[in-house]
């Protein structure tokens, strides 16, 4: 088996939004309204995230096993007008046939030592209040709930999101994925 994380071209906005139209069809079954998921179009976010790759507002990474893409990353500078000197990891997602064999720990993994090397020193990103898995996830990464919370609708249904942040200073000379592996 191959793997190989590496940086997203603006070409690659099709792939990605692709990965996060699936994985929101699995991971946020019961917690979105199905309606919503079942009307999700595959090609819903390329425009964005051809627009965020293209200004380098913020980056992406794709993560390929035996050169088929499973999984991405967006990630960059903060959005939030309170944390401008901080990173902001936007999204993690993986093709639900990944999901739970570490392919997100690698992805992280990677993103974590971009960020740092991009001089961030605190990062945060938001997860949905009743997404147990990915704040489990995150809490075991070193990110704590800071009980900021961002409210929005879906269909009418209202969904909350919840802050998590970390220090990257805590990560010191770690490195678990080489760079362009």
């Not at 690659?12 to 069809?25: G, M, R």
């Not at 309204?33 to 390329?46: A, S």
């Amino acid at each position: 088996m191959s793997l190989k994380i590496r940086q997203a071209v603006v070409e690659d906005a099709k792939v990605i939004s692709n990965i996060h139209a699936l994985s929101w069809k699995s991971a946020y079954k019961e917690l979105v309204p199905q309606r919503y998921l079942d009307d999700l179009k595959n090609d819903f976010w390329v425009e964005a995230f051809e627009n965020w790759i293209r200004s380098d507002d913020l980056k992406a990474k794709i993560i390929y096993e035996n050169e088929k893409p499973i999984g991405c990353a967006i990630y960059g500078k903060s959005r939030d007008e309170k944390l401008l000197n901080w990173g902001e990891i936007v999204s993690i997602y993986l093709l639900p046939d990944y999901f739970h064999k570490g392919y997100g720990q690698k992805l992280l993994d990677n993103v974590l030592i971009d960020m740092k090397e991009l001089g961030y020193k605190n990062i945060y990103l938001w997860v949905l209040e009743e997404n147990d898995k990915a704040r489990l996830f995150y809490e075991k990464n070193g990110f704590k709930c800071n009980d900021d919370k961002y409210y929005f609708e879906v269909m009418q249904k209202q969904l909350v999101n919840v802050r998590y942040v970390n220090s990257l200073k805590s990560l010191g000379n770690k490195n678990p994925v080489k760079r362009g592996t």
